[in-house]
């Protein structure tokens, strides 16, 4: 299932402080919300999470540091038995002083980058941790001279508990700190509890330990972390569940948001529902590490005001936009459920003509309204396209995505939302103009791109494809397209030439507006047009093809 406004990863172009978008509707307002904390989803929680065990790390592992040179120091005849040691924890203060140092910097993480400062974070202080304990079982052979050191009874069982309770401290620590689910902390205690146990196990059969004595040494160990691991697994398992609960019940203004949909570079989109109307919709919010950045503020808020701009049945519809308490921006968009014609030629294959020249001139709709009033819409492919049912008809296409639309009447505007000299778009369906770097785009640009879109319907592939983005971007200034029928013999030849057109190097040379592309696409049509019925036969022999549909909430969130 795709979400209805996929976020965008590529550069925005809108000018900071310019005018309201033309045509934008009077019902457009600001509107209060009950509030949704910037720091939604794990990554946030994660990252405030290893900060704090990053900076507890660096503070215990800075004065082992200390006491280590004291320790060299004091007994200098004693380090080169302990160097290992000693240099470990130093290492563990290096490592953990530059992880943490990351972590409170304000450049953003991923959860996989998170995820990996958590592994060196935990990976490093379990290391140390071991090498302490393997040099006392297996230089200083504790368990061998513990008879002499230790008298009376119970003594590998005190002995035990000794060896026991960093690791259980450690373990039980990554369970309530760490959010994770029960299967990754599975995985991560997994690795710490056996780590100890393999230990102990190959020192209490090296040092020749009786029965009896063994027995004493090891049952508890096994025990103390068999109870850790369960402690850890059932409290990150308790604790992600109330999360979640907790993501679930979360409300921006009017909407409660169920689950994430999806997320780009930009935005994160979810579905929701109205809370009154029981209404599904897609709440796009932006992503909470650039909830800082007013330019990406900026950029969200053109994207909604040209999003709410347009009224074509074949652009996806925003109901609502504003911003919440705390600052978080939104918009709210009709939730659709389909494919993608990515998806949709990806799974099943070029499309049959009628079916491509169905699809097209619905796209030509909504950017004949958009084109009228100014606006460009600059990326324009396959994953930017929907196809759905909706109202009861079969195939109908949405435009989505205005992430990168350009309104021809801030083109004069000196200050720009792009770093300089970047490109927006995507390098297989860019016009030449575009690829070139020209600010002053017109509709053909966007025609360009429509031809760019029917020749992957019709062939499966963009019209040069495999070729790098930077090689994809050559191509499009200065090389011809193979036509549409050197691929495939069965497209007709008015509907090649309608393609070709399209692709045309200089801009003088395509349609001169989307009417024009739709009129030409109409006139293709020789043979009997793609009908609602073999639309319905299609998604009824296919109705894998998306998810089943999501129940409305009924008021509360069992968990």
Same mark, same amino acid.
């Given at each position: ?14 000018? @900071? ?73 130093? +290492? ?64 590998? +069982? ?85 999360? %979640? ?43 909470? @590490? ?9 950029? +969200? ?17 925003? +109901? ?40 097209? %001139? ?6 004949? @309204? ?65 690829? =070139?770097?020209? @600010? ?48 495939? =013999? ?70």
């Amino acid at each position: 299932m795709r979400t209805p406004d996929s976020p965008s990863s590529s550069t925005t172009d809108f000018r @900071e402080g310019a005018p309201p978008l033309p045509g934008r509707p009077d019902w457009i307002r600001f509107a209060a919300g009950t509030g949704l904390p910037t720091a939604a989803g794990v990554g946030p929680l994660l990252r405030k999470r290893l900060r704090f065990v990053g900076l507890t790390a660096v503070v215990v592992y800075a004065y082992f540091s200390i006491d280590a040179v004291r320790f060299t120091l004091r007994a200098p005849d004693l380090f080169a038995l302990y160097w290992v040691v000693i240099a470990f924890n130093w +290492f563990v203060f290096a490592v953990a002083a530059a992880t943490t140092t990351r972590l409170w910097s304000k450049r953003p993480m991923s959860v996989r980058s998170l995820r990996t400062a958590e592994g060196v974070l935990f990976g490093a202080v379990l290391a140390d941790v071991s090498v302490g304990l393997f040099a006392q079982l297996f230089v200083q052979h504790d368990l061998r001279l513990l008879p002499v050191l230790a008298e009376g009874g119970n003594r590998y +069982f005190i002995y035990a508990n000794h060896c026991s309770v960093l690791y259980f401290a450690l373990i039980v620590g990554y369970g309530v700190l760490i959010p994770s689910t029960w299967r990754h902390c599975v995985l991560v205690v997994g690795v710490m509890a056996l780590t100890l146990l393999t230990i102990a196990t190959i020192a209490a059969v090296a040092d020749g330990l009786d029965p009896g004595s063994m027995a004493e040494f090891l049952v508890p160990i096994y025990l103390y972390m068999v109870i850790a691991a369960g402690i850890a697994v059932y409290g990150a398992h308790r604790i992600e569940s109330l999360r %979640r609960e907790a993501d679930a019940a979360r409300a921006v203004g009017q909407y409660v948001l169920r689950r994430r949909l999806g997320a780009g570079g930009m935005g994160e989109v979810y579905l929701a529902e109205h809370a009154f109307l029981r209404r599904p919709c897609a709440v796009k919010l932006i992503r909470p @590490e650039r909830a800082g950045d007013a330019r990406a503020l900026q950029r +969200f808020e053109r994207e909604a005001q040209a999003t709410a701009t347009l009224t074509h049945p074949n652009a996806v519809q925003l +109901f609502d936009y504003g911003r919440a308490e705390d600052g978080t921006f939104y918009y709210v968009m009709e939730y659709l459920q389909g494919l993608t014609l990515d998806d949709l030629v990806g799974r099943h294959g070029p499309l049959p003509p009628q079916r491509a020249i169905h699809l097209l %001139r619905q796209i030509c709709g909504p950017l004949q @309204e958009a084109h009228a009033i100014g606006l460009i819409h600059r990326d324009i492919k396959p994953s930017n396209v929907m196809v759905c049912e909706r109202g009861g008809r079969h195939d109908v296409a949405k435009l989505l995505d205005f992430g990168l639309v350009l309104s021809q009447a801030l083109t004069t505007e000196p200050e720009k939302l792009t770093r300089e000299g970047a490109l927006a778009g995507t390098p297989a369906y860019m016009s030449p103009e575009q690829a =070139a770097g020209r @600010e002053a785009l017109d509709g053909r640009s966007d025609i360009y791109s429509v031809g760019a879109l029917g020749y992957f319907l019709l062939t499966g592939r963009p019209p040069f494809a495999g070729r790098s983005g930077v090689q994809a971007l050559a191509a499009h200034l200065y090389e011809r397209p193979e036509p549409v029928c050197g691929h495939r =013999a069965d497209v007709p030849a008015e509907l090649d030439a309608v393609v070709l057109r399209c692709l045309a190097k200089d801009s003088a040379d395509r349609f001169p507006d989307a009417g024009s592309l739709e009129a030409a696409l109409t006139a293709c049509q020789t043979t009997e047009p793609w009908t609602e019925q073999e639309a319905s036969q299609w998604w009824r022999a296919h109705s894998d093809a998306t998810e089943p549909d999501v129940p409305p909430i009924t008021g509360r969130q069992s968990g």
